[in-house]
């Protein structure tokens, strides 16, 4: 005999979350007690904002929801992670005050840790280390929930592994510091960091581990703690390019318009799509064409239509990222 009182305040769980190119943040909720209306302050997690939209399991928008309605909102400031709880509160004063303190606790509790990277896990569970400290970003909740229990079940010599952050979209520079502080291994699932962060990274002497597969993920990181791991592949990028126009012909479908930013695009290329730093495509180059010519590579600075591996799936400001794959000797 459940109950609830329709008359409070809203509050809930964060059931997924997901970081959308042109709205922001958008977050999928449980209401357990109260009414969520359009427009009321609200925290989730350590964040706050304001509802700006509100929709129902359909997808229509609607004013207010009930409890135990799940329900689809934006206008909070970052992306929070599952089963975090929420809250709505009368002023926004009050839901910014509640998410600073949440914040810096959480900030106090990140500098408490310590860890390794991956090259070093041999030599330090050697050492008597029992403990590994890992950052995971993932493109959604889903994959995030699904990565941290396979790693986090990984039991070798009485070493386990110990999330100390996990959160939705691109690795950023925070992430780095906080790898740096604590020496966590980042890891990052279907997601990738901005030229900039790669560059921190490097700065700071951190390596960031990319997956598309989890189970990948689970055997890179057994084998680093058993000191079985296998040659390394590195990524080197080759080139990128902006998609700025999309045409579509009959025979083969959405061509994408793009303008080369970097490097050297080559047909039959190793490819990927970065959508605000999201993968949301891995395959290959499958057609090059400058001007009206069908081409086998185009240079920085050149126009192109370009086709890729069973993709239809092309939208003006993403990257094309090619690259390809160099066997490097470990430490």
Request: charged share 30%.
């Given at each position: ?12 769980t ?10 922001g943040?958008v ?20 964040y ?8 129902d399991?359909r ?13 689809e909102?934006t ?6 992670s ?5 809250m ?50 993932a493109?959604v ?8 229990n ?20 691109a690795i ?6 906080l ?12 997601v ?12 700071y002497?951190i ?11 689970v055997?890179?990181m057994?084998?680093?703690?058993k ?12 080139g ?6 999309i ?20 047909n039959?290329?190793?490819?990927r ?22 081409v086998?590579e185009?240079k920085k ?14 939208k ?11 066997e490097?000797?470990?430490?």
């Amino acid at each position: 005999e459940y109950k609830a009182n329709p008359s409070r305040y809203a509050i809930g769980t964060v059931i997924e979350s997901r970081l959308d190119k042109h709205v922001g943040p958008v977050v999928t909720l449980l209401i357990q007690n109260g009414t969520l209306r359009l427009g009321d302050p609200i925290v989730i997690g350590n964040y706050y904002g304001k509802v700006r939209t509100l929709k129902d399991d359909r997808g229509n928008n609607i004013v207010e929801a009930k409890p135990s309605t799940p329900v689809e909102v934006t206008g909070i400031s970052e992306v929070p992670s599952a089963g975090d709880k929420f809250m709505a509160f009368e002023s926004e004063k009050q839901a910014k005050e509640i998410a600073h303190e949440r914040e810096l606790r959480s900030k106090e509790a990140d500098t408490n840790f310590s860890g390794m990277t991956l090259e070093d896990l041999f030599g330090r569970i050697k050492e008597g280390e029992k403990e590994i400290n890992i950052i995971i970003k993932a493109d959604v909740n889903g994959s995030l929930e699904a990565v941290k229990n396979a790693l986090t079940k990984i039991d070798v010599e009485g070493v386990h592994v110990n999330v100390i952050r996990g959160g939705v979209g691109a690795i950023t520079e925070s992430d780095v510091v906080l790898a740096s502080a604590s020496h966590a291994i980042i890891i990052g699932f279907n997601v990738r960091a901005s030229i900039a962060t790669q560059d921190t990274a490097k700065q700071y002497g951190i390596e960031l581990k990319y997956y598309d597969i989890i189970y990948k993920a689970v055997e890179d990181m057994e084998k680093a703690m058993k000191g079985m791991l296998d040659p390394e592949f590195e990524e080197k990028v080759t080139g990128s390019a902006e998609i700025r126009q999309i045409f579509k012909f009959s025979k083969v479908g959405l061509i994408a318009g793009c303008h080369v930013l970097s490097g050297t695009i080559k047909n039959n290329s190793k490819a990927r799509i970065l959508r605000d730093d999201i993968i949301v495509y891995n395959g290959a180059v499958n057609t090059l064409q400058h001007e009206k010519d069908q081409v086998k590579e185009v240079k920085k600075d050149m126009d192109c239509g370009m086709t890729l591996e069973n993709c239809q799936d092309y939208k003006e400001g993403d990257i094309v990222e090619v690259y390809e794959l160099v066997e490097v000797k470990r430490k």
